[in-house]
């Protein structure tokens, strides 16, 4: 177990890891105490047990929606590292939910952790966050696994002709929570970030766009099908952006990962090395 604060006993099985819920630690990282688990190190034997996997979750859900695929990854040899983001899951609720602030969530965990190297693998707003630990920190990001980011705007322009294909409050939410199979997600989540979100989505994000090139680590984009929030545009300059960039399309909407579990596997564990 890393250190900080946990609750609960560590079990020696690493498969069960993530069925007991009590296993939490909890550090404080800017401020704000962000909760996660940690399988540990590896057990088994694999090329790539030296080299955790990040997994981070979307807006309204916690961590326990990457509990299957996680699963999957222990018993293949790799270490897993599940945050809960600010304002989410078993994580401290804040005054402030800037984009830019989970990504720096993400990357003080890691620094915390003494990591020097990873795999990032994040949904939809933890897309954002991992995108933004590979920009700061490009030397840690091993593979970069982005699902059904909604892209932000490039300029002011683009926000005037754009804005009537931005989620209303409802939508947004809406989208968010149907991801949620935990109960507890609902409950524990700061509704206050949904509108906090909306007014982000409107607002260009240049430096965002303009920092992509400075990712060197092989990136890989999953983009769901019409009922998914990737704009399809952007989505082609993000892939000139960054160099060693590649898309993977599914036949369902916002949650690859729940929604076509299999495939998703397929597509992301070859690229992280399985």
């Known amino acids: 177990m890393a250190s ?51 997994l981070v979750h979307g807006m309204g859900g916690d961590g326990h929606t990457w509990d299957r695929f ?19 899951g078993r994580s401290a609720h804040t005054a402030s939910y800037r984009f830019d602030e989970f990504g720096a969530d993400v990357l003080r965990l890691c620094d915390h952790l003494g990591l020097t190297g990873v795999d990032l693998v994040g949904h939809s707003l933890g897309g954002y ?12 990001a091993r593979r970069l696994v982005i699902e059904e980011l909604p892209l932000p705007l490039r300029s002011g322009d683009e926000q005037l002709t754009l804005t009537r ?10 989208a968010t ?20 979100a909306l007014e982000q989505f409107r607002k260009p994000h240049p430096e965002w766009w303009e920092r992509l090139s400075e990712i060197t680590a ?12 990737v704009d399809p545009e952007k989505l082609l300059v993000f892939q000139a952006s960054v160099a060693d960039c590649r898309t993977e399309a599914f036949t369902c909407g916002h949650s690859v990962h729940r929604d076509r579990y299999r495939e998703f596997s397929t597509a992301v564990l070859p690229f992280l090395g399985h």
Do not use: K
């Open 70 to 88: 996680a699963r999957r990854l222990i018993r293949m040899g790799r270490r897993v590292i599940i945050p809960d983001l600010r304002g989410h």
């Open 218 to 229: 092989p990136t890989l984009m999953l983009r769901g099908g019409p009922g998914g929030m």
């Open 177 to 196: 929570s149907s991801l949620i199979r935990h109960p507890r997600a609902v409950l524990a989540f700061d509704r206050s970030m949904t509108r906090v």
């Open 4 to 54: 900080g604060t946990t609750s609960g006993v560590a079990t020696a099985d690493p498969v069960s890891w993530l069925i007991v819920e009590s296993i939490v630690n909890r550090v404080p990282l800017g401020g704000v105490e962000i909760a996660y688990r940690d399988s540990g190190p590896a057990i088994l034997d694999h090329p790539r047990s030296d080299i955790p996997v990040v």
């Open 165 to 174: 294909r931005l989620p209303s409050p409802p939508e947004l939410w809406h």
């Open 129 to 140: 966050a991992v995108s933004c630990v590979a920009i700061e920190r490009p030397e840690l």
